[in-house]
């Protein structure tokens, strides 16, 4: 059988398909044991969990649920909850400004004379290095702002649509060659039609496990399709209250939801085809009302609810989408075979928020959920005494094979 190069592309008029990692594969990681490379996703959801609805009354492996921890029950096991964890002098020049250093973990943000410090993201991305197309890949659900930073404190700008970066990472040639294919995913023309006789010499090349993680990898790509080109196609109807100046795929700022979601399908290509082993995803305040089911308030105001129990029943239902496109992620990431395991078990994912409590703007005990990775998990962790959450990221990075002895504000490791 010969040997498929990890750099396989499937390619026709003007388009190309990366390959996720296959046995065929094997002459390529044979430096490295065939083991499949380790990843790391952060997922920031910046207007907090209202924390009633989240933490649990005890700790430890046999904690009872909550409202929000039931909509993860498929995922008991696969990831650990944290609270106690923080960065220390959080308070900035605007309430929010937590935002820009939860990756970063530098203090005061947005006083005068502050300059952030590198994002633990970018410190991966710069150890890895150019093993990938993409050292690191940035989202953010409606605006450039983004939480990864350089190191010399330069905020890398969030990538916000959808179908751009879809394009980006499959879609060569010319811009007529792009343009084309773009209207063939709107007409729901999967890019796998155009490849059939390329994927039929890849299946002959491939064993049945890699055939069976090529199924798994090609339906990813046509629901990941099928949804950009459905979201494409509902904003090009006209609304009176179009912003002609957004772009085309998000230019309704209510759809938070849909647009998260879209981004949560994304995630899995990318770590899978090898296209950057380093995400992280900004879960923005969009100061509109979302497009949810019964929510008539403004999110950010919402946040803000002064023990309203009216504001906070239309917020657990914004936040509980939010919780749930995180386990859309899990699923995903789960049910993607991987050399023996999943996708999941070579990728540790961050999911959590800069504010503690947005009732106040407090930006301590933050909820933090770590899954993946090939962790043990099953936990909820608590920490009598706050902890740094450079902690945890000394311990990701580590985990990555990224020797670190320390970051930001940590003052060690943590294990749990």
């Known amino acids: 059988m010969d040997p498929l190069h990890r750099r396989t592309l499937l390619r026709a008029s003007g388009v190309s398909l990366a390959l996720p990692f296959l046995e065929a594969m094997n002459p390529v990681f044979a430096a490295t044991g065939n083991v499949p490379p380790k990843r790391m996703v952060f997922v920031c959801t910046a207007l907090g969990l209202h924390p009633p609805l989240l933490w649990p009354a005890t700790s430890g492996a046999d904690y009872e649920s909550t409202p929000y921890l039931d ?3 498929d995922h008991r096991r696969d990831f650990t909850l944290f609270s106690g964890l923080q960065h220390e002098d959080q308070t900035g020049r605007q309430p929010h400004d937590s935002e820009i250093t939860w990756l970063t973990s530098a203090r005061k943000p947005g006083m005068g004379g502050f300059r952030n410090t590198i ?13 990938t197309r993409y050292p690191s890949i940035t989202l953010g659900t409606i605006m450039p702002q983004s939480q990864s930073f350089t190191r010399g404190g330069v905020m890398i700008p969030a990538q916000t649509s959808p179908a751009s970066l879809f394009a980006q990472l499959f879609l060569e040639g010319t811009p007529d060659e792009v343009r084309v294919q773009k209207r063939r995913l709107s007409d729901g023309r999967s890019i796998l039609d155009q490849l059939s006789s390329q994927t039929k010499t890849v299946r002959r090349k491939a064993s049945s496990a890699d055939n069976h993680l090529l199924d798994d990898y090609f339906d990813s790509v046509r629901k990941a399709e099928t949804n950009i080109a459905a979201a494409e196609g509902w904003m090009e109807k006209p609304k009176p209250d179009v912003d002609a100046q957004q772009p085309k795929d998000i230019r309704d700022n209510a759809d938070l939801i849909g647009r998260a979601q879209l981004l949560m399908d994304l995630v899995p290509l990318i770590v899978q085809t090898d296209c950057s082993r380093v995400v992280s995803v900004m879960i923005q305040d969009h100061y509109v009302v979302p497009k949810v089911e019964g929510v008539t308030g403004n999110h950010h ?11 906070i029943g239309q917020l657990q239902k914004i936040e509980k989408e939010i ?5 859309s992620l899990l699923s995903q990431m789960k049910n993607k075979s991987e050399s023996g395991g999943t996708l999941l078990d070579n990728t540790t994912i ?3 928020s800069n504010l503690g409590n947005a009732n106040a703007h407090h930006a301590r005990n933050l909820p933090i959920f770590l899954a993946g990775g ?3 998990h099953g936990q909820y962790v608590v920490s009598k005494q706050d902890k740094p959450l450079c902690n945890l990221f000394v311990t ?3 985990n990555m094979d990224i020797e670190t002895e320390s970051f930001g504000q940590s003052t060690g490791s943590l294990s749990w």
């Open 374 to 376: 090939g962790f043990q």
């Open 323 to 327: 919780v749930e496109c995180f386990g």
């Open 119 to 131: 994002s633990v993201d970018q410190v991966a991305a710069g150890s890895l290095g150019n093993v």
């Open 301 to 311: 105001n919402l946040s803000h609810h002064g023990q309203d129990t009216a504001k």
């Open 350 to 352: 961050l999911f959590g």
């Open 71 to 73: 909509l993860l029950q």
């Open 396 to 398: 990701m990075l580590n």
